[in-house]
């Protein structure tokens, strides 16, 4: 590698170009990649990709003029301390927010090379050339800032919502119900043939863990989502596990109480709750009649709760 010192003029160009060349693409492909769920957005990212292309244009020229048409390649990995780019674009569907504040420093990062290597020419008309850049970059950069606080259009809003219920709430609601529901049984049938809090307690931490690893890693393999478009699928899966722990360590929790009877009235208090919870957020976001999620819901948690107390009971 080299340091940054130590380019030439001729090469300072040569990175600029490549840069600016490297830019235009990853603007490319975040317009290719919100253009399904965020049009106006991608729209947006087009044209600062054409933006990028012109810059390009014009270093070229300059080059040309100065050095002649072999333009060495060296990128910006050649160079110590050189500004790196982050594959935000690698991921499907892209994250609006991460596209948005990675092209925000993107082109602080392009402004500030820039003026660097504009103080460092002594050529007058690459110097100015670069100078200009500089302060066109930090229009961009400006323009980057107030994209992130435009609002989104109806269409978008809506497509955002869409994404959202596919990439959490769908994988955290799923979590949830089988940590609320499946964990009952174990948990009080260790209470009801144990009549020990702390062997209740221990069964419904297994059971809640267990249950979270087993969830988890089945959400993350079971769709890669880049067809179906719920997001990567190891973050779908973290929140899917993360869900169904907390959904049985709710009503295991009590049982740290060494009162057995007094801390299984609690989780049963506690389990009403979740199966609520669970209610709720099937109506405000699934778009279930409140009336069908509870009986849904709380149908199969009294089953398993039932199963619970007859097999701890027998």
């Excluded at 380019?7 to 253009?35: C, P, V």
């Excluded at 500004?83 to 569907?93: G, I």
Aim: proline share 3%.
């Amino acid at each position: 590698m080299r340091s940054f010192d130590s380019l030439t003029e001729a090469e300072i160009l040569a990175l600029a170009i490549s840069q600016e060349e490297e830019d235009a693409r990853i603007y490319d492909d975040f317009a290719d990649g919100l253009k399904e769920n965020y049009p106006e957005q991608a729209g947006k990212f087009a044209l600062m990709r054409q933006e990028e292309d012109s810059h390009r244009h014009r270093l070229l020229d300059l080059y040309r003029s100065r050095f002649g048409e072999h333009v060495p390649l060296i990128r910006r990995q050649d160079v110590k301390g050189f500004v790196r780019r982050r594959p935000v674009w690698l991921s499907r569907p892209l994250g609006l927010k991460a596209v948005q504040k990675a092209a925000e420093l993107m082109e602080i990062e392009t402004q500030r090379f820039y003026e660097v290597a504009a103080r460092r020419s002594s050529d007058a008309g690459i110097r100015q050339l670069l100078g200009d850049l500089a302060e066109e970059e930090r229009h961009h950069a400006h323009a980057a800032v107030q994209m992130a606080r435009t609002e989104l259009s109806e269409g978008e809003s809506a497509r955002q919502k869409r994404l959202f219920v596919l990439q959490v709430i769908q994988p955290g609601l799923a979590g949830l119900m089988d940590g609320s529901v499946s964990t009952l049984a174990p948990l009080f049938a260790a209470a009801f043939a144990t009549h020990s809090s702390t062997d209740a307690f221990r069964v419904g931490l297994a059971a809640s863990i267990g249950a979270g690893i087993s969830m988890g890693f089945a959400e993350a393999l079971s769709d890669d989502g880049s067809l179906t478009g719920r997001g990567h699928p190891w973050a779908r899966g973290s929140v899917c596990g993360l869900m169904t722990a907390i959904g049985g360590l709710g009503h295991s929790l009590p049982y740290l109480i060494s009162d057995v009877r007094t801390a299984t009235w609690i989780a049963v208090a506690v389990v009403m709750v979740e199966l609520g919870v669970i209610s709720w957020i099937r109506r405000k976001f699934m778009d279930t009649p409140l009336s069908s999620a509870i009986v849904q819901v709380v149908l199969g948690g009294l089953l398993v709760f039932a199963v619970g107390i007859l097999i701890g009971s027998s």
